[in-house]
């Protein structure tokens, strides 16, 4: 049974299980909103610079235009709306949080492996600490473009790979990304199948009006973007995705230590050194004077 963890008046097993009453929509997709909320999670922290700091995940400026307006977030409305109904029932949660939170969340309850996530999180009260528009990944280019993405956030080779194999949950949709498909055939399940899929499967450029993107010969059912195919042709990627492909503890280990990273890199409780570790579940156990304290060295910062 999960224990029960109170912070600055958050009861996160709370949050926790409101995200996981949510997740599940026969009507949506392929029945669950857990690729989607990993994907807002993602591209809330994926803005990221190491160089100085800006992006990431603290301030939650998807809230806002520009961000939520940029073309690689097309389709997060849905996710951010759902979780308006778990924000209502737990006010005293920032967005910033939640929006990690539910990815957590979401990956676990899809069979993943436990993130360690660490609360702390402030909201903006604006769009000024909006980072600029091209800091994600662009799915058409190539190798060297995902590490132009990624080492801008402090990640190497082998964590790509890693984050990359999140593309084992979800579909793309032609009304956001413009891109079509699933990767793998269990899209609501977190597997290292698509590590699989990626390395069995015969690749070929689907036919169709479309961006350019790729189609498994069997079945022309499931479909590989440029930046996946990069993974499988680099060089260097090509070894992390054949372990990973072999070897899904592996995996799930690393996914986890990147995912983690990923999360928290722009987290101001986990850059102070201000949490203390408590009990809980995901890593989410942390001393509600922990957390007051760096609402209160940050909170000056964001308007609040």
Not at 39 to 46: F, I, K, N, T
Not at 193 to 214: H, S
Request: glycine share 10%.
């Amino acid at each position: 049974m999960m224990n029960q963890v109170e912070c600055a008046g958050v009861d996160y097993s709370a949050v926790r299980q409101s995200i996981t009453d949510i997740l599940e929509d026969y009507d949506y997709d392929d029945g669950s909103y857990g690729p989607v909320l990993v994907r807002l999670a993602w591209h809330s922290s994926g803005s990221y610079s190491a160089e100085d700091g800006s992006g990431g995940s603290n301030n939650a400026t998807m809230r806002f235009s520009p961000e939520k307006d940029y073309d690689a977030n097309a389709g997060l409305g849905v996710a951010r709306d759902l979780l308006e109904q778990v924000k209502a029932k737990h006010p005293e949660i920032s967005y910033a949080d939640l929006y990690t939170l539910a990815g957590v969340v979401a990956i676990e309850e899809m069979g993943g492996p436990k993130i360690n996530w660490k609360p702390g999180r402030v909201d903006s009260a604006d769009n000024s600490p909006t980072a600029p528009d091209g800091r994600l990944p662009d799915a058409a280019q190539g190798a060297q473009h995902l590490r132009d993405i990624f080492y801008r956030m402090g990640f190497n080779d082998q964590e790509i790979v890693a984050l990359s194999g999140a593309h084992t949950l979800g579909r793309c949709h032609t009304d956001r990304s413009g891109f079509d498909g699933p990767w793998t055939f269990a899209p609501t399940t977190f597997s290292n199948l698509y590590f699989q899929e990626l390395l069995q499967d015969k690749w070929v450029i689907r036919r169709w009006t479309g961006p350019e993107q790729y189609e498994d010969t069997p079945t022309r059912s499931l479909m590989m973007l440029p930046t996946d195919i990069a993974l499988k042709t680099d060089p260097k990627f090509r070894p992390w995705v054949e372990k990973y492909a072999q070897d899904e503890e592996l995996f799930f280990k690393d996914f986890s230590s990147a995912c983690s990273k990923l999360f928290n890199f722009s987290n101001p409780a986990d850059k102070a050194s201000c949490c203390k570790k408590g009990s809980g579940s995901s890593g989410s156990g942390y001393t509600g004077a922990a957390i007051v304290g760096a609402f209160a060295v940050f909170s000056g910062l964001f308007g609040k």
